[in-house]
């Protein structure tokens, strides 16, 4: 992937007791640390070296810097000699900007023949670092903690996944998300308090009548929507019941007007719902999944929450093998192996195709439009997550479910949507029993391309509760868990 033009921070803590020389070989070592980081593939945005910080005042200096920066999304703190941890309050209490603190050492090796109290003094990240987590921890600061040698691959890859939780966190920052109509009615988990949102996420989210897209729609010429119909036919294969001209014509207009509406706009994320789509001829499908593989997040009905959260994994993934998509649990298979049969009405992403999806057109059943256009495909097994948050009242809960998607036993001949076929890990009986404890959503964030560890740096730095359900997941234990975190968070 093309490097990112976004920067983390490398910066290192020592102290003037050292003395010149000293200093000299710290900021020597701290640079070779962050070159080589920075060449790493895993880590997808610049890193870059920041002077040797030895005093209070040039620690908050850099803090507010960090703060001001547009392409500073985060630092890494780390220790290399003692760093007398006073010097960071005023800094670390001051800086807006998540950190990551790096717990290493230059030197891989201990040199028994030749160590001496200079090695000594140099290499004091064992003790160094113990004070910066001390105030860290006294401060209540929200951070990741990553312990190895810097050259190591296990090393590299924790600072590369929390890197991408900045870029995400970044993203979630500028955010706009558009909503076409209100919430599906008399549905709960898919409200949730906007202005919190914004307060504790950054993103907005504005509300738009379907009258202010029919309009942007409207306002492309029959030419441009022929150049897209025939962009579909270049694309998708297209069985000849499914070739319709008109509901084809119908669904180029929706997409070039909702992408025109989007980008000119600055939005990142999108909801529509089919209880509000008066002046539209169809749902919008092929347009709302292709949306989605532009990177677009999108939430159906109304669903703003899993809409941003939809672009802000987008973001963290980007460059990875596997995609990421809006998604819905939708039926189970008891039998066998229980699994959970993901899809929407239309609305899956094709980043997640198994193979060239198939342009169709069928009814739709509800919402009473024409039959609408959309992309049917299978998904690739492998080793997925899927993601929700809910508005708990007084805090956001973010729930993650690691999963094994796998091949359906069976074709779907009659099943007219994209869909994906999964067991939850540990097993059905306990996941969505946790799930359902859990207050978590029909609608999630599905990922091939993400991880569970992902999810977990983000709601560190994002500050919100997050609740695992994966392979240790025993349901008395979550539970308990659930108990403790609602009592914790009203001490708050």
């Known amino acids: ?66 703060n001001a920066a547009d392409n500073c999304i985060g630092l890494v703190l780390w ?15 001051a800086l807006r900007k998540p950190f990551l603190h790096l717990h290493t050492q230059f030197n891989r090796e201990l040199p028994y023949a030749s160590i ?32 190895g040698h810097w050259s190591d691959a296990e090393t590299v890859n924790e600072i590369a996944t929390w890197t991408r939780a900045t870029l995400g966190w970044h993203e979630s920052q500028h955010l706009k998300v558009a909503r076409f109509g209100d919430n599906m009615r008399n549905v709960a988990v898919t409200e949730g308090d906007k202005v919190e949102a914004q307060s504790v996420f950054g993103y907005t989210v504005s509300g738009f009548g379907i009258g202010d897209l029919t309009d942007r729609m409207n306002a492309f ?50 909801t529509d719902t089919f209880e509000d789509l008066h002046g539209m001829r169809q749902l919008p499908g092929i347009a709302t999944q292709r949306l989605m593989a532009s990177g677009f997040g999108f939430g159906g009905e109304g669903d703003w929450k899993t809409a941003a959260l939809v672009r802000i994994m987008k973001v963290m993934a980007q460059g990875f093998p596997g995609g990421t998509s809006f998604m819905e649990d939708y039926t189970y298979d008891f039998a066998g192996k229980p699994s959970i049969l993901g899809s929407h009405m239309l609305e899956i992403c094709p980043s997640i195709a198994e193979s060239k999806p198939s342009l169709e057109v069928h009814p739709l059943g509800i919402g009473g439009k024409e039959d609408p256009v959309r992309l049917v495909f299978n998904s690739p097994a492998g080793p997925a997550i899927v ?9 956001f809960r973010m729930i993650v479910n690691e999963i094994d998607a796998v091949k359906p036993a069976q074709e779907l001949p009659k099943l007219p949507v994209a869909r994906v076929l999964w067991h939850p890990k540990p097993s059905l009986k306990i996941a969505a029993a946790a799930w359902i404890y859990a207050g978590g959503a029909h ?47 009203k001490l708050l």
Request: proline share 3%; hydrophobic share 45%.
């Open 1 to 66: 992937m093309s490097r990112n033009p976004l920067e983390v921070w490398f910066v290192t803590g020592s102290q003037h007791l050292y003395g010149p020389g000293p200093l000299a070989q710290v900021a020597e070592n701290a640079g070779t640390i962050a070159s080589s980081l920075d060449e790493r593939d895993a880590i997808p945005v610049r890193v870059v070296a920041k002077p040797v910080m030895v005093s209070a005042d040039s620690i908050l200096k850099l803090c507010q810097e960090a």
């Open 79 to 93: 220790m290399h000699t003692f760093s007398p941890a006073k010097m960071w309050i005023a800094g670390l209490k």
């Open 116 to 147: 001496d109290m200079d090695f000594m003094n140099l290499n004091q990240a064992a003790h160094g670092d113990r004070e910066f987590g001390f105030i860290t921890a006294r401060l209540r600061l929200a951070r990741k903690v990553v312990v």
């Open 221 to 270: 010429s029959d030419a441009d929507v022929a150049a897209q119909v025939q962009e579909y036919r270049d694309t998708y294969t297209i069985a000849p019941q499914h070739d319709r001209a008109d509901a084809l014509t119908v669904a180029a207009r929706i997409e070039l007007g909702l992408r025109a509406f989007l980008t000119e706009g600055g939005f990142g994320a999108f």
């Open 387 to 395: 993601a929700s948050i809910v508005d708990m009242g007084n805090r």
């Open 443 to 489: 609608h999630t964030g599905y990922s091939q391309a993400l991880t569970m560890e992902h999810m977990a740096d983000f709601a560190e730095i994002a500050g919100i509760e997050l609740v695992r359900i994966d392979d240790e997941t025993k349901l008395h234990t979550f539970r308990n868990e659930l108990r403790w975190n609602d009592a914790a968070y």
